[in-house]
């Protein structure tokens, strides 16, 4: 940790870590420097040297200069001001003027920094190009509006690992000479270079996750769905929570009526804050899923009622609020009803191990310190698909900390691979399915400090002495005899010669690498990556989870985390998966008459509008998630409902009577860490220091922990074709497939093009998959970015039940038929 310092900024003092940027530092202390380019938590781009600023006398850019000890910075001076004015007159500069139709309009940093530099006379012109917008993706690229600040280039790399977008050459007429002489000379270079370029995109790389149409600072790139839609200023922000996987960040739900003539509020678009917080494309574009048109009905309420009553299982899974679990959990108290939650259930299990042996009720990580490390580890996480803004952790940590990072497996995935600058720092090891027992026994082999006994005499049971070949270099002192050409006579001379000399030496070997089914030789490449580094991260994923040795790794993951460096982050399957683990009593298996609250039953009360009477959607209601930092989080009505919601049906079956459904925020069980706050107590923002202030974190309990483990006694097989339970990328759920950007997704066999041909298929072809379990006629689809033989089956269509292929993990063996 860098040494606190003290400095001052036009004459405040302020304190900050040695080495942040002094951009930074007046941002967290309320100062305003302008800054166009620059992104928190990216690399500087210095495109548009607005931020300059006079530290110690001297000009630098505050994006870029770094703070010591008793620098003095003015934030202006007469030459900076006449630079910035210069610099906002070149933007302005063949800029359109469209201000009208544009989507950026009232949000958009040109005009804002325009008016504040009072840009009211052009000095400036060039013979304008033709520029043609471009259709990519999810969104459309104007190339007019652009102003090459290169914010969108740096996300896509820094953050989301995309690598999908750059600055390319575009033709242009050469800026008059006069210029060059007689104008502020940052401005000038800025505008020689903008005049110079434009940006491309690669189709192939790119995720449609909107994150650079969120940093855009003008109306360059624009969501293709949103643009002419409204203006920023008719619409209403509402903070919330992401609804769709556990990292709930921040989001806002940006709300106007629907028409002039059908005054219903609708959505029409997600933002976010993207110096603090990134979203995936699911969170983004998947926001249109609410329960439109549910109305109250007393004879449905009455046959709900009575369903409740007469139910012996409620079936849930984890897209609900914390409030809605701690209603359902009232409810099987009162009913004595069994709650069956088979994602809450395995999680909680597997939290249950992992607190045996680390003593600790949570894991240690937040995405903030992957954010911060430099070495990481990612075990059993589809992370593209599963966690993206755990993907995007992990791609900034390698980018921006010099970091390196392994990337354990067993489907190859050449979007993980892209991560980092150019150079090894990612090394993604694919292996057979279900051997993340050696992993983890390989990582406590490696980092672990002062092991138990019993695990050091376990792993020194798996090496063994073994001879290899080596090459060494011996060096050599020879004699010449070498003719002076002058005099004609001989002398010696001795020279050093280096030859390659074969020898066998003993090493130990580590059986690990064989029970994971890698090379040997990853043991070097871990030393290398190990160069300078000294903050660790481990990410467990789902496949652990959902593992016939969960309980096993669970304690593994525990004892990593207590005698390792590594913090350790086990990824929450689901929205809620956490905080329902937390708040409900759960069974394994659903018994006689179920109720389903979002899951196919007897009775069930869906907020798709599909079951026998209707619930809200998560952004139809109040209330607060559990994210995986282990925060409580609130999230907030964006769009009206018209009927009942839990808490309707709980105030008639506990005989209560509970006006709304966050009266029980506070409520949320203290036992397990939750606090007593009430919801409308609950802040959901980033402070300009970047601090998170949303919600509260849970406390965490610690408890004694016992060293047990088990040793690896199975090696999994698997006949056929593999096949894997996962989403494509941006698909969570029924939720996600129902908003109308998303759903043109299909459930399908998604292949890699190398096993599309060893099974002789043709993209679009039908084929049939079939386990031991069940079998499904599905679509083929290709995946470029998937690089094994093993393809996944997506689950996120409620109508087809394809999570039946799977039974005890998230690998099957299948036979794969074309139809
Ligand atoms: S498209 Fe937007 S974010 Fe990208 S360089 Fe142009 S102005 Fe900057
Ligand atoms: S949508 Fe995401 S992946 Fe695609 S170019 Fe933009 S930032 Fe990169
Ligand atoms: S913000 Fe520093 S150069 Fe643009």
């Known amino acids: 940790m860098s040494e606190m310092i003290t400095l001052t900024i036009d004459g405040k003092t302020c304190q900050t870590q040695e080495g942040e940027y002094l951009l930074n530092v007046a941002r967290a202390n309320n100062i305003y420097i302008p800054a166009i380019c620059y992104l928190t938590r990216c690399s500087p781009t210095l495109a548009c040297r607005l931020c300059l600023v006079e530290a110690d006398g001297k000009q630098v850019y505050a994006c870029n200069a770094k703070a010591k000890e008793g620098m003095q910075i003015q934030t202006v001076t007469e030459n900076i001001a006449k630079e910035r004015r210069a610099i906002m007159e070149v933007y302005d ?137 409204s203006n920023s200023w008719e619409l209403t922000k509402i903070p919330a929570s992401n609804p769709h996987s556990s990292d709930c960040s921040l989001m806002y739900y940006e709300v106007k009526h629907t028409s002039i003539a059908d005054q219903m509020p609708m959505i029409y678009r997600v933002t976010n804050e993207h110096h603090y917080a990134s979203l995936s494309g699911a969170a983004r574009f998947g926001y249109d899923f609410e329960n439109k048109n549910a109305t109250k009905n007393q004879k449905e309420f009455n046959e709900a009622i009575e369903a409740f009553k007469q139910a012996n299982t409620i079936k849930f899974n984890s897209y609900i609020t914390n409030e809605e679990a701690l209603i359902l959990e009232k409810l099987r108290e009162k009913l004595g009803v069994k709650l069956v939650n088979e994602d809450a259930k395995r999680f909680q299990n597997f939290m249950n191990h992992f607190a045996s042996t680390s003593g600790s009720r949570f894991y240690n990580a937040t995405l903030k310190d992957i954010h911060n490390s430099n070495f990481l580890i990612s075990v059993g996480s589809f992370l593209k698909s599963d966690a993206p803004s755990v993907k995007y952790a992990f791609n900034n940590a390698i980018t921006l900390n010099k970091g390196a990072g392994l990337y354990f497996h067993p489907l190859g995935d050449t979007h993980v691979e892209g991560f980092g600058k150019k150079g090894k720092t990612i090394e993604t090891i694919t292996y057979a399915p279900l051997r993340e027992e050696a992993i983890l026994f390989l990582i406590l082999e490696l980092f672990g400090e002062n092991l138990p006994e019993n695990l050091r005499h376990y792993l020194n049971t798996l090496k063994t002495k073994k001879t290899k070949k080596v090459v060494e270099v011996v060096k050599e002192t020879i004699s010449e005899m070498v003719k002076d050409e002058e005099t004609g006579e001989e002398k010696e001379v001795k020279k050093v010669v280096s030859n390659n000399v074969e020898k066998e030496v003993e090493y130990e070997s580590l059986q690990l690498f064989e029970l994971i089914g890698c090379d040997e030789s990853l043991l070097e490449t871990i030393n290398a990556m190990l160069d300078k580094k000294d903050s660790y991260s481990l990410i467990v994923g789902e496949d652990l989870i959902y593992h016939p040795q969960s309980a096993n790794l669970a304690k593994l993951c525990g004892l990593i985390q207590k005698y390792t460096p590594f913090k350790v982050m086990i990824i929450p399957t689901q929205t809620n998966t956490l905080g329902v683990s937390l708040i409900c009593t759960l069974d394994e298996q659903e018994e006689g008459f179920v109720v389903g609250y979002n899951e196919k039953a007897n009775f069930e009360l869906s907020a798709l509008g599909d079951g026998n009477i209707n619930i809200p959607a998560l952004n139809q209601q109040e209330g607060t998630f559990t994210s995986c930092d282990k925060r409580v989080v609130p999230t907030n009505v964006a769009l009206p409902y018209g009927g009942y919601v839990l808490n309707d049906f709980a105030n008639e079956l506990l005989e209560d009577e509970v006006e709304y459904t966050i009266e029980y925020t506070e409520q949320l069980p203290q036992e397990k860490g939750f606090k007593s706050i009430e919801f409308d107590q609950l802040p959901n923002e980033f402070k300009n220091n970047q601090e998170e202030n949303r919600g509260y974190l849970l406390d965490n309990a610690t408890q004694e922990s016992i060293e047990s483990f088990e040793p690896i006694e199975k ?39 190398s096993l599309m041909e060893k099974l002789g298929l043709n993209e679009n072809d039908k084929v049939e998959v079939s386990t031991s379990s069940s079998k499904e006629e599905l679509e083929v689809i290709i995946d470029h970015h998937l690089t094994s033989d093993i393809a996944y089956v997506s689950y996120f269509d409620k109508t087809i039940p394809t999570k039946q292929l799977f039974s005890t993990s998230r690998y099957s063996s299948a036979t794969i038929k074309k139809v």
């Not at 280039?153 to 050459?169: E, Q, R, W």
């Not at 370029?197 to 149409?213: A, H, T, V, Y």
């Not at 969570?732 to 997704?745: C, G, I, M």
Request: net charge negative.
């Open 93 to 229: 500069v063949n800029h359109p003027l469209q201000c009208g139709v544009c989507d950026q309009s009232g949000d958009c940093e040109l005009q804002n920094n325009t008016l504040y530099m009072k840009v009211d006379s052009q000095s400036y012109a060039v013979r304008d190009t033709y520029r043609p917008t471009t259709h990519w993706g999810v969104m459309n690229y104007d190339p007019g509006l652009c102003i090459v600040c290169e914010k969108c280039v740096t996300v896509c790399k820094d953050m989301i690992g995309s690598n999908a977008l750059s600055t390319v050459k575009r033709d242009s007429d050469a800026l008059d000479k006069d210029f060059k002489e007689n104008m502020p000379k940052d401005a000038y270079a800025m505008w020689n270079k903008l005049n110079k370029s434009l940006i491309g995109f690669e189709k192939d790389k790119c995720i449609d996750c909107g994150e650079c149409i969120s940093v855009c600072p003008v109306g360059a790139l624009v969501s293709h769905d949103f643009q002419y839609k």
């Open 715 to 753: 090696l999994y097989g698997f006949t056929g074709t593999v096949i894997y339970k996962a989403n494509p990328i941006n698909q969570f759920n029924e939720f996600t497939y129902k908003a109308h950007q998303l759903s043109n997704d299909k459930t399908a066999l998604y292949v890699s093009s």
